[in-house]
T-cell receptor, first 109, second 118 residues
Framework: SQQGEEDPQALSIQEGENATMNCSYK?????LQWYRQNSGRGLVHLIL?????REKHSGRLRVTLDTSKKSSSLLITASRAADTASYFC?????????FGTGTRLLVSP | GAVVSQHPSWVICKSGTSVKIECRSL??????MFWYRQFPKQSLMLMAT?????????EQGVEKDKFLINHASLTLSTLTVTSAHPEDSSFYIC??????????????FGPGTRLTVL
């Protein structure tokens, strides 16, 4: 399977803390993307990092990419209860977008 | 922003019947649309890729005769689950990629359709 793996599978933190999620993948990629999904809803695109980039920021999000290790991380700083959701990494190869297994984040007030 | 809609948002049907799910790009033209399915608390699995005016490309293990995909225009793709069975119950999500978009790597996702087969 080309599907990437994320860890942890589940993460529970308090508001104000930082949340870090990791993604590992198997094949060469053009870019890697992170998405958020609230329970039973569609996906929201968060950030895209290209294969020649190492780090990218967007608001409270920080994404890193290490193509030599085939891994990426998503850091959410100063988390809020509204950040509670599932987070998926997705890798773009030739045409397809392949999703990782996801991390379920719970942020408690 | 680019908006993708799906209809219906949820559907309940009897075993053996067929169900059609529509995916529309509302404010842009999509050369390529993708169909995913998602089981509870699991990731999205790509089922097929459809390009406007041509046959869909199915992922390994996905029955093309069971999941019929039609991409008749640059704004509409349909997924028909034929002779549905309870194991077809799932969350189906479509996604669209814009035509001639400088951000062509970005896919826009619909809100999903929850199918329950009794």
């Amino acid at each position: 399977s080309q599907q990437g793996e994320e860890d942890p599978q589940a993460l529970s933190i308090q508001e104000g803390e930082n949340a870090t999620m990791n993604c590992s993948y198997k094949t060469s990629i053009n870019n890697l993307q992170w998405y958020r999904q609230n329970s039973g809803r569609g996906l929201v695109h968060l950030i895209l990092i290209r294969s020649n980039e190492r780090e990218k920021h967007s608001g409270r999000l920080r994404v890193t990419l290490d193509t030599s290790k085939k891994s990426s991380s998503l850091l959410i700083t100063a988390s809020r209860a509204a950040d509670t959701a599932s987070y998926f990494c997705a890798t773009r190869g030739f045409q397809k977008l392949v999703f990782g297994t996801g991390t379920r984040l719970l942020v408690s007030p | 922003g680019a908006v993708v809609s799906q209809h219906p948002s949820w559907v309940i049907c009897k075993s053996g019947t067929s169900v059609k799910i529509e995916c529309r790009s509302l404010d842009f033209q999509a050369t390529t649309m993708f169909w995913y399915r998602q089981f509870p608390k699991q990731s999205l699995m790509l089922m097929a890729t459809s390009n406007e005016g041509s046959k869909a490309t199915y992922e390994q293990g996905v029955e093309k005769d069971k999941f019929l995909i039609n991409h008749a225009s640059l704004t509409l793709s349909t997924l028909t689950v034929t002779s549905a069975h309870p194991e077809d119950s799932s969350f189906y999500i479509c996604s669209a990629r814009r035509v001639r978009d400088s951000l062509a790597d970005t896919q826009y996702f619909g809100p999903g359709t929850r199918l329950t087969v009794l």
